[in-house]
């Protein structure tokens, strides 16, 4: 039987029906499903075995990137999205997702002193559409299960990774949850990966985060906009056929529980 999805969207999300195409390419059992829905029925979570968060502007950004649905999921649905990461099923979230998820404390769990870290405004104070190289790092991720290297979209304007302190990074990266990495365009590693490798100026070039279970995925730049190879931008200098390299993404979320 194939998983259920639950596409979480609210006013302002934009990605959802290309997050629902992505995963029903993939082979999954998808919905699309207004927040406002999701609150009145709560439990409607026990059908779902893969939330997914998709990208857009949440209520528009205002206040800052996520933060009102990101408040309304910590205040209202909190137990609900912990009973569910907690039964060892699957959640994704994608740019503004990913800022959904680290502002409901979802992702990284937070301290006495509040979250450990957040994602702010990129370095060039603009509105950043373009295409990265990512290089796979970390622990288990199931999401992200052989793939090493992969060129994605971004499409953000808070899309910064900041810590609350370097010795705070360090932590994160030695427990094997810092996922992606932005990359030089050529491939190169480099301790410090600049603009426009790393588009919005994120400490550690960090692209994508894991919680500890390697179950729960934020990332900024766009699986589901490369489904088909025919959307990366020079597709046809290579020739491209076949499926793009983001939908491996969902297909791993598929397969997971297969």
Known sequence: ??????????????????????FARAGALTRRMHINVLLAQPNLFDQFQILCIPGGFSYGDDIAAGRILASQIRHHLADHVRRFRDAGKLILGICNGFQVLLK???????????????????DSRKYEDRWVTLRRSGGPC?????????????????GKFVTRDARTLDRLTASGQVVLEYQQQDGRDGQRVGYPDNPNGS????????????????????????????????????????????????????????
């Open 104 to 122: 409901a404390g979802v992702l990284l769990a937070e301290t006495a002193g509040g979250a450990v870290a957040t994602l702010t405004w990129n």
């Open 142 to 158: 199931v999401l992200l299960a052989g793939i090493q290297q992969i060129q994605l979209p971004v499409a953000h304007a808070e």
């Open 1 to 22: 039987m194939p998983p259920h999805v639950l596409i979480l969207r609210a006013p302002g999300t934009n990605c959802d029906q290309e997050t629902e195409l992505a």
């Open 203 to 258: 400490m550690g070039n960090v692209a994508g985060v894991c919680d500890p279970t390697g179950r729960v995925l934020g990332m900024m730049p766009h699986p589901e906009r490369f489904i088909d190879a025919t959307h990366h931008p020079q597709w046809t200098r290579q020739s491209a056929r076949g499926a793009g390299s983001g939908l491996q993404v969902f297909q791993n979320a598929v397969q997971y529980f297969r």
